[in-house]
Antibody, heavy 117, light 111 residues
Framework: EVQLVQSRAEVKEPGESLKISCQGSAFKFSDYWIGWVRQMPGRGLESLGIVYGGDSDARYTPSFQGQVTISADKSISTAYLQLNSLKASDTATYYC??????????WGQGTMVTVSS | QSVLTQPPSVSGAPGQRVTIACTGSSPNIGAGYDVHWYIQVPGTAPKLLLYGNNSRPSGVPDRFSVSKSGTSASLAITGLQPEDEADYYCQSYDTSLSGSIFGGGTRLTVL
């Protein structure tokens, strides 16, 4: 079964950093772009950017450029989302999703991130 | 404020037909980019519902269909069922942002 499995929920304090992982299986990871999507509590979906599994080429949505870092390691079929200097406003569920034909066809289960002192 | 505009909520009785509009502009839907739709049951991850020109992933019934005209798209659900109650999102590509954009989401309530 084609799937993306994300790392578990995290609780962090303001100012800390965090790296979320997303491992693909049952498809050729290096042939696909993987996207990251944020969903703040009670809010809609926001695209953060995409990364190519083959060479870690990352493209960011302008409003998130410099705020997040997206990367990929094809040797272990895993994409990453790094958040630095966490703020309470980073509290959200973060999803990875396989990007195909400009659609997101396979989604991870989501990683809930809570930033609180 | 989302680049794609959706009504916050729609509702219908079982068996009825409902539509959800997704309004964009010239850099996205108006430029001819495909509109894709997702369903999200609260507390779970979104799932692709429809993509491109009325294409459905395996398992999605043909009660769901889409149309597109100019700078807008619309999702239609016929024969409404209780399990259709969820949040629905449209998504497209925006050339001015050089990236994917989502609508704000529509909560469907089955009365």
């Amino acid at each position: 079964e084609v799937q993306l499995v994300q790392s578990r929920a995290e609780v962090k304090e303001p100012g800390e950093s965090l790296k979320i992982s997303c491992q693909g299986s049952a498809f050729k990871f290096s042939d696909y772009w993987i996207g990251w999507v944020r969903q703040m509590p009670g809010r809609g979906l926001e695209s953060l950017g995409i990364v190519y599994g083959g060479d870690s080429d990352a493209r960011y949505t302008p409003s998130f450029q410099g705020q997040v870092t997206i990367s990929a390691d094809k040797s272990i079929s895993t994409a990453y989302l790094q958040l630095n200097s966490l703020k309470a406003s980073d509290t959200a569920t973060y999803y990875c999703a396989r990007h195909q034909g400009n659609a997101f066809d396979i989604w991870g289960q989501g990683t809930m991130v809570t930033v609180s002192s | 404020q989302s680049v794609l505009t959706q009504p916050p909520s729609v509702s219908g009785a079982p068996g009825q037909r409902v539509t959800i509009a997704c309004t964009g502009s010239s850099p996205n839907i108006g430029a001819g980019y495909d509109v894709h739709w997702y369903i999200q049951v609260p507390g779970t991850a979104p799932k692709l519902l429809l993509y491109g020109n009325n294409s459905r992933p395996s398992g999605v019934p043909d009660r769901f269909s889409v149309s597109k005209s100019g700078t807008s798209a619309s999702l239609a659900i016929t024969g409404l069922q209780p399990e259709d109650e969820a949040d629905y999102y449209c998504q497209s590509y925006d050339t001015s942002l050089s990236g994917s954009i989502f609508g704000g989401g529509t909560r469907l309530t089955v009365l």
